[in-house]
């Protein structure tokens, strides 16, 4: 194994951590574009508190609100000429995983010269990453996508409606503060959803990623049994505070680099996924629970033992011999109905796609993500009609 690593983020975790917002803040600038979404920040009193303590730290806040979920190129262009007009020198994201991208690439933004969408892969030509971004400073109000640690954002350009994302050094956060019972209003069916995104982080790299990291496949089962132990009690009793909290460490771990580090694993279940979401708007959580089960089942014809071990490790299934077929598919059932009994949907029907736009949905994914033959990189590699098998097949 060969690897470079490097996460600079500062996490300040637990319970009550948010009045400690303002200290966290002060340290990289005075004057903060504060970025949230559609307003569960303002009903929940999250936003007033995170202001207080701004404010008694002597930061004074621009506010910037209406990030959307699944957020649009336009809003973030928006963002970016406010933080640059009010000459802000720091930004906070205070939201889900829609509004700490969006606040991400706005931070960027700010210095990047042309258009924004080049950061993007769409398709182009050259692809130009941003080398420069205000501090940023997120507090996640959602446990799901990590981006309070990573240095990844993914916008929706509606003029296209192509989703997809950035990745660059400068996108990291310097400091996480990272609250779980902020997430204590968040509804059921956005922490079922969340609790999948997560587990689908890192299945990603344990099914895509090369052979031979023993360390990175224990970190994965840990994550996914804690996942899967503690994701129920959060979705029962939103005010557990103790399980949202495990929740919200296990979606930390999941995307902030140590479970992937080494194993290069790509994302295609995310690709896929991300073109539902960029078409019909649904829940990234959502659309995952329908696509990662379908992809597993095409996947594990080519990589049975790997499948069969998840299904040993996870489930408790004794496989026959390491290649046996019938125990890995049996792993992949027993994991489609861990998500449908905490409330997420596993087929397109569910959220009112059909099949009218698969070969679209095939053709957009390779169009962001692509080996030299134009197919979807993964383990298989898919082309643009078995992706759109895969999606069939969750019809
Ligand atoms: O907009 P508000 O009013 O805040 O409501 C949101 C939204 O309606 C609500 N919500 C958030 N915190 C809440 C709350 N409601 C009540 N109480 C709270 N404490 O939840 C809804 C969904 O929010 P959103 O931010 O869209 O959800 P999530 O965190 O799942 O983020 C999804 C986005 O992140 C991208 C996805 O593609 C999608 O666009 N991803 C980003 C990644 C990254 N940067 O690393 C990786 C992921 O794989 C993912 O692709
Ligand atoms: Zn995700």
Not at 234 to 251: L, P
């Amino acid at each position: 194994m060969k690897f470079t690593f490097q996460n600079p983020v500062q996490i300040i975790f637990g319970a009550g951590t948010l009045d400690r917002l303002g200290e966290a803040v002060r340290a990289h600038g005075t004057k903060a574009l504060v970025v949230t979404g559609g307003g569960s920040v303002k009903r929940n009193g999250t936003f007033d508190r995170a202001v207080a303590s701004l404010n008694a730290a002597g930061v004074s806040v621009v506010e910037c609100s209406g990030v959307e979920p699944n957020p649009r190129l336009s809003t973030v262009v928006r963002g970016a000429d406010l933080a640059r007009r009010k000459a802000c020198d720091v930004v906070v994201a205070l939201g889900g995983g829609s509004t700490m991208d969006a606040a991400k690439v706005m931070a960027a933004v700010v210095f990047f010269e042309g258009d924004p969408w080049e950061m993007f892969p769409h398709g182009q030509a050259n692809r130009r990453l941003p080398d420069r971004a205000l501090p940023i400073v997120t507090v996640p109000t959602l446990a799901a996508t990590g981006s309070e640690m990573n240095a990844g954002a993914v916008i929706t350009n509606e003029k296209t409606t192509i989703k997809s994302f950035v990745t660059a050094g400068c996108l990291y956060p310097k400091v996480a503060v990272v609250d779980p019972e902020l997430t204590a209003s968040v509804p059921k069916d956005q922490t079922a959803y969340g609790v999948c995104d997560l587990i689908t982080h890192v299945t990603e790299s344990y099914f895509n990623g090369v052979d031979g990291t023993p360390l990175q496949d224990r970190i994965v089962e840990g994550i996914i049994l804690t996942a899967m132990e503690w994701g129920p009690k959060a979705v029962a009793d939103g005010n557990d505070i103790e399980a949202r909290a495990q929740v919200q460490w296990a979606s930390v771990v999941a995307l902030n680099g140590w479970a992937q580090v080494g194993t290069f694993g790509p994302y295609p279940v995310h690709m896929i996924e991300h073109t539902l979401s960029a078409h019909h708007d649904i829940a990234h959580g959502a659309g995952l629970a329908i696509v990662n089960p379908a992809w597993m089942r095409v996947a594990a014809r080519t990589r049975p033992a790997r499948f069969a071990q998840f299904a040993q490790r996870i489930f408790g299934i004794t496989p026959k011999h390491p290649d046996d077929a019938e125990a890995a598919s049996e792993g992949i059932d027993r994991f489609e109905a861990f998500l449908r009994s905490i409330g997420c949907p596993t087929r397109l029907s569910e959220v009112g796609i059909g099949e009218e736009l698969l070969d679209k949905f095939a053709e957009d994914t390779v169009l962001v993500a692509h080996d030299e033959e134009g197919r979807l990189p993964g383990r298989p590699a898919l082309t643009p009609s078995e992706i759109v098998e895969v999606l069939r097949s969750a019809l």
